[in-house]
């Protein structure tokens, strides 16, 4: 079973891609992107869920490019899930480094078929 990292400081998001993605792949959280951080560096995800707006000195763009930049971690499958949907916003995401791009709100089940698409 993948092991998937949810990133959102929105508890009510994260339950929401909990109840979505929990019988199909093994489900760490973190609530910031330094936390997140961390548990990518040690818990090796094969796939992270990354909002974009979050507390703290990193957001979402930020850790998705320390991810592709780092040669242990830049095979893994980074979708964001965010509710900036502009064009440029779009574009910053595929410029650090993203897979998929979602905009809240969104589908869950569109986004593990995304997910599925990319990981089985």
Do not use: N
């Not at 093994?26 to 979050?54: F, T, Y």
């Amino acid at each position: 079973m993948h092991k998937l990292l949810i990133v959102d400081d929105q508890p009510d998001i994260r339950k929401l891609l909990r109840i979505t993605l929990g019988r199909t792949y093994e489900l760490i959280e973190a609530e910031d992107a330094a936390s997140a951080w961390e548990l990518v560096r040690h818990e090796k995800p094969r796939g992270v869920i990354l909002d974009i707006m979050m507390p703290g000195e990193m957001d979402g763009y930020q850790l998705c490019e320390k991810i592709r930049h780092d040669p242990q971690l830049k095979s893994t499958y980074v979708m964001l899930v965010t509710a900036r949907g502009q064009a440029a916003d779009r574009e910053r995401g595929k410029l650090a480094g993203a897979d998929d791009y979602f905009v809240k709100p969104y589908s869950p089940l569109e986004l593990l078929q995304a997910i599925k698409k990319r990981l089985g």
